[in-house]
């Protein structure tokens, strides 16, 4: 039920205003917060139809923004085989849960999972075609690791594929082989793109995202960023915003070139005119997505250094040459631009990118972006600031697998893995992301690896990037707003702000930091309406 008036008070309030971070109160009328301050004001404002919200001593503070997620795709997770390593922590659970798919489905129809991570395997190694083979012998079978960079495959999926031994490698991708050169069935980057597998349909992506809603209500998001907004995901949200059922802000980011699957929309896009800002509160246009290389996980992010114990430096797809023609013609039509650039020597190509376009057309106030933006050097980060560009800093990958990155990366490079404290001290806006559904959404999550540096083992990754609780908190609120442009209206608990809000069980400035990944969000509200509530925890707050 949508209330015309809420006032919320008796509870800790955090505005995430840097101006006035705290207050007593809060009034929303129609959607908009009216006022912030005490509760004797607040009181005041009082109506026949208003509702009271008494926090108990909880905490109300501005709902969160993902500024860097895949959520139709996260959607159509929800409907695939669940190989997380929570769900599947060996080959062997794995291999149970394909055979439990085919099982149920028809010979020769595709069976499609996500989330396995080979570091978090018993075995510490890749699945291959031979294990699934054991159990799919007649299915199609093809299982995306968690970065989304690499997918294992059956051998019935590669006949189909019409991929064989004599397959080169694709630009940009590689067909691993092992040590006598066969085909191992795992696919990285670009080869990915080779596979027959069928794509989901409408049906399937409202069935996907209406799941992915729900979650993302109880985590507290109510905008997301897509990074990979493709035609059909475009449609989806469209289609759920007319039959007024999206519930929750979409800023689409149009996947730009054909890459890793996905079929890019630079050349539509411009065509018809279609420019950054078009749309509404509920959906708008961000702009263009493209991307330079892979991940640490996969070791296919583009490093100067090779990764440890390796002498592989990863894969760049693009250089400077090739990508700054594209990035100008998106500018040039009025087009920001995000680039995924993890490694170092990504994030160079990127920036210089920018630079030569800058030359002939004005950057600075664009708020462009570089995602994940990894392992930025010393000299990286003076040149971003001098562009404006935002660092859309996956710092929520620390918790998931960044025992995955020190292994890979080492001590001394992981000093500067996703390096919050330096972004601030540089004055480069640098909004947090976990990059659902390469690792579980839940935003405390990256605060908690934000703030301690520490991973899902306990182990501490480094001690120089640690940030405040506050800090962030605005990275996922306000500094996330901020890359939308939207600081004033999202993000923010201040007069005529959108009420997009949450009740939180503590107030995490107060609580032992190793509290916060324990934190529960216990309401949801979009514009003052109520998304998501904890009714056994709410049944008595209201007045």
Known sequence: ??????????????????????????????????????????????????????????????????????????????????????STPSIDHLLDKVRGKVSNTPKGQWIKGWGWDDSKLVEKRNPTRWDLDQVAPDHPVVLKRTCAHMSVVNSKALELSGISEDTPNPDGGNLERDEHGKLSGLLQEKAQGLLAAPKYGHADMIEGMKLAQKQFAQWGITTVHDMSTQTADLQLYQYLLEKDELDVRVRPWIWAIDQNGFDGSLDEVVS??????????????????????????????????????????????????????????GIESGLRIAIHAIGDRAIEVAIRAYEKINETNDLTSMRNRIEHCALPAWDHLQRMKRLGLVAASSVGFLYHIGDNYLNKLGKERMKGVFPQKSFKEFGIVAPGNSDLPVNDGNPWLGVYGAVTRKSSSGQVLDDSQNISVWDALKAYTRDAAYSSFEEQAIGVIKPMAKADLM????????????????????????????????????EAMKG
């Open 272 to 329: 018809v005119g279609l420019r950054s800002g078009f749309g509404n509160d509920m959906l708008k246009i961000q702009g263009l997505k493209f991307m330079l290389d892979g991940s640490v996980g996969g070791k296919t992010a583009a490093v100067t250094e090779p990764f440890e114990g390796t002498n592989e430096t990863g894969i760049l797809y693009d250089d400077e040459s090739e990508i700054f023609p594209l990035m100008k013609k």
């Open 1 to 86: 039920m949508k209330y015309e008036n809420l006032i919320f008070l008796n509870g800790d309030v955090l505005t995430m205003n840097d101006e006035t971070p705290t207050a007593d109160a809060v009034v929303v009328k129609n959607g908009i917060i009216t006022y912030v301050g005490g509760e004797k004001e607040a009181l005041s404002w009082r109506e026949d139809n208003t509702e009271i919200i008494d926090l108990d001593g909880r905490t109300l503070m501005p709902s969160f923004i993902e500024s860097h997620i895949h959520p139709s795709i996260y959607g159509l997770t929800l409907l695939e085989v669940d190989c997380k390593p929570t």
């Open 503 to 538: 009740v939180i069980s503590d107030n995490p400035l107060k609580v032992d930091v190793e509290k916060l990944i324990d934190m529960k969000v216990e309401r949801t509200y979009l514009e003052g309406r109520l998304v998501y509530c904890d009714s056994t925890i709410f």
